[in-house]
């Protein structure tokens, strides 16, 4: 029953993380006459601040707990999962749009999860074979349409943000393996805080890439587009980085890694869902398919996760 509580509130947060972690999807649009890296630096500039704020009054406390290699795991983390995914990411949204992007990190779970079968104690692949299989299937079907060149788009252009789209894939990846298991190291730290310290982490990265910026990309006239790259920032960094990343590393500690690569989906149908709000359209027939194989997909996970009760243990507590 205790593994059944952790399991279901697990998927919760994972929902809730999802929901909140489909908004990144969104701001590329929102913003659109700045670059991927501007994007970036305020999002996550943003972000560490907010954290800093927030961890202010134990920040002794807990950085008397962190040693040399977990300052160094939190910048790779930051990197893989943060920084570099996200310059990817929008690079990918603006260059090849949000269906595309959507059906290359939709193939998150599938990574993940492949990786997570060779953890010790893990449900075998075998037993996530349909699992895996009907996630493929709807990760196809979200972006069947999408791998069509659409009008006043190159094959260069799209390929490029195919290219950006595998590369953050390959990032995120990186990270949701490595930040799992490095909760599980870590019982001395609280999942949240260790989302802030990401933050702060992520945040001293972003100030490096100021420069960069600067000398890249032609700021646009007036202060009104910069006012508006601060809301949209500010926006998704306390809703996707703070509150998001506090839900997934909550479910991170819930879940066993198998499992965790499927709740990846859920950003990727939010995203999805998102998208279709911004263009005012209701989702094709093959969409709804992909709907309905993504779910199948985590509910047969979840399924394969399902340890029988220990019946003689039962009766010798009663």
Not at 22 to 29: M, N, S
Not at 71 to 82: D, P
Not at 134 to 144: E, N, S, T
Not at 247 to 256: A, K
Request: hydrophobic share 55%; with cysteine.
């Amino acid at each position: 029953m205790a593994d059944q509580r952790r399991t279901v509130a697990g998927i919760a947060c994972g929902m809730a993380a999802g929901a909140l972690w489909g908004l990144v999807f969104l701001a590329p649009e929102l913003a659109r006459q700045f670059s991927p890296l501007e994007l970036t630096i305020g999002r996550y500039a943003c972000y560490g601040l907010i954290s800093a704020v927030l961890l202010l009054p134990r920040w002794r406390a807990l950085a008397g707990r962190l040693g040399r290699r977990e300052w160094l795991a939190l910048a790779w983390l930051a990197l893989t999962g943060n920084t570099l995914y996200y310059i990817l990411l929008s690079s990918a949204v603006q260059l090849g749009g949000i269906a595309m992007t959507s059906l290359v990190i939709g193939f998150l779970p599938v990574a993940v999860t492949v990786i997570g079968s060779r953890d010790q104690g893990a449900v075998p692949l075998r037993r996530l074979a349909a699992s895996l299989l009907l996630c493929v299937a709807g990760a196809v079907c979200i972006g069947w349409q999408a791998l069509a060149i659409p009008e006043g788009s190159s094959l260069a252009v799209q390929a490029t943000g195919l290219l950006c789209a595998i590369g953050a894939l390959l990032s995120w990846t990186t990270y949701a393996v490595g930040n799992s298991r490095w909760l599980a190291r870590l019982g001395h730290v609280s999942a949240h805080d260790w989302s802030l310290l990401t933050g702060i982490v992520t945040g001293a990265q972003a100030l490096l890439l100021v420069p960069l910026a600067i000398g890249a990309h032609a700021a646009p006239p007036g202060g009104a587009p910069w006012l508006h790259l601060l809301a949209v920032s500010a926006g998704v960094a306390v809703l996707a980085s703070i509150l998001g990343n506090a839900l997934w590393n909550r479910m991170s500690r819930l879940l066993p890694l198998t499992l965790v690569g499927q709740m990846i989906l859920f950003e990727t149908l939010f995203a999805l869902l998102y998208g279709f709000l911004w263009e005012r359209r209701l989702p094709t027939p093959l969409e709804v398919l992909a709907f309905v194989l993504v779910t199948l997909s985590v509910v047969l996970c979840v399924t394969a996760h399902r340890r029988p009760a220990p019946r003689r243990a039962a009766r010798a507590v009663v």
